[in-house]
Each structure stands twice: as structure tokens, then as C-alpha cells.
């Protein structure tokens, strides 16, 4: 299966979790901090989950899946005990045109969360099509060791010259070899790499 690579903007789109146990608890985390709209459905949760929802975090829903909790949605996740209630949101989404994702079926989903390196606006995501988990963590941990926190601030500090540079008169191709003459230094910030070419390089 050939896969397309990208990076989604969820900020403010409703995605909605179906199961708000261990696992459930952890997809919640990464869509809120993608900046989604969560809500969940769930007889029950975890003492995090029960906790992000009074502080307004999260919309937890004490119940059972009904299909109509896919009203709205932009993805789905299913993340229950029950095969049966996991193949039936699947379905029912796929109906609605809605992204779908069964935790650890990869036949039944639309997307697949992948292993990722964050620092700041960087990130790393690697993904096996869902054939082999445990490779793609150990490759996250092998290039989590490559790229070090301090990459964060360099990404940042290439951001704010690349808005400088772009700001000013110069030839495009000029200005094209110099944001890649800006990336291409040691991988972190302080590196002299944005002086050097503030001074002429």
C-alpha cells in the first residue's frame, strides 16, 4: 500500500475519540495538543481524561457510541474493547466520508498515527504502513538521539531570518541559496551559521 505523507492542521477541527481508556487517553492527548476539538464517548474513563474534562480541555460523553456521534467529526478515532463497536464506527465513518482509525487494525484505517521526533515546530514522523510498530519507535528513538532538544530554538531562529530574507529586495536565487546555506550548518542553534550570512556570506 503506497501511503501520502502529511502534516494535518486540526486547530479547532472536532475529532472525536470513541473510548477514553489507557490507549484512548494517549490519542486524546496528541489531537489537543495538535490544538483539535476533542470530544470522547465513553461508559468510562481515565482519571486524566474525567480530569480534562472539567477543566474544559475535552468533551467527555458517559456513554456508549451511537452514530450520530460522528455529526461534524473530521476524524475518528476507535479506541474500545469491542471489535464489534470498532468495525461499526469504521463503517459508519467511511458512509459519512469521515478519516477513521482503529487502534491496531490497520485494515480498518484511513490513517495511521505515526512514530514521532517533536522538537518545536520540527518534527520527524516515520510510519510502516502499520506492519511493524515496534521498528518505527525503535527508529524514533535512533533519530530522537540525532536531532537534540537545542534543534527547537535552531528551527526557530531559521524561521525568524527566513522572514527577514524575505522581507528584503534580493535576488530570488540569491535568496534561495542563502535560507539553504542557513540550514545547512550543525543541527542547532548558535551555530554561527545565520551571522556568517548576515555578515555577507
Known amino acids: 500500500m503506497s501511503l501520502f505523507p502529511m502534516f494535518l492542521k486540526l486547530e479547532g477541527r472536532v475529532c472525536l475519540v470513541v473510548g477514553a481508556g ?7 492527548r496528541s489531537l489537543v495538543a495538535a490544538g483539535a476539538k476533542v470530544r470522547t464517548v465513553a461508559p468510562v474513563a481515565t482519571p486524566t481524561v ?3 474534562d472539567r477543566l474544559g480541555v475535552v468533551t467527555w460523553d458517559r456513554r456508549a457510541f451511537d452514530s450520530a456521534d460522528l455529526g461534524g467529526a473530521f476524524l475518528v478515532v476507535a479506541a474500545t474493547s469491542s471489535c464489534l463497536v470498532n468495525d461499526l464506527i469504521f463503517r459508519e465513518a467511511g458512509q459519512r466520508g469521515i478519516l477513521c482509525n482503529v487502534v491496531d487494525d490497520p485494515e480498518r484505517c484511513d490513517f495511521y498515527y ?3 521526533v517533536r522538537r518545536g515546530d520540527l ?8 506492519r511493524s510498530p515496534a521498528l518505527a519507535q525503535r527508529l524514533r528513538r535512533s533519530l530522537a538521539l540525532q536531532f537534540p532538544a537545542r534543534c ?8 525568524r531570518e527566513r522572514e527577514i530574507l524575505l522581507g528584503q529586495s534580493l535576488d530570488p536565487e540569491y535568496r534561495r541559496q542563502l535560507l539553504h546555506e542557513m540550514a545547512s550548518g550543525p543541527v542547532g542553534p548558535g551555530d554561527g551559521v545565520s551571522r556568517e550570512i548576515r555578515h555577507g556570506r
Do not use: D, F, H, Y
Request: glycine share 14%; no cysteine.
Open 123 to 130: 518534527q520527524i514522523a516515520i510510519s510502516t504502513a502499520g
Open 152 to 159: 527547537a530554538g535552531w528551527v526557530s531562529a531559521l524561521g
Open 50 to 52: 474525567a480530569n480534562w
Open 114 to 116: 505515526p512514530a514521532v
Open 22 to 28: 489507557r490507549v484512548g487517553e494517549s490519542k486524546i
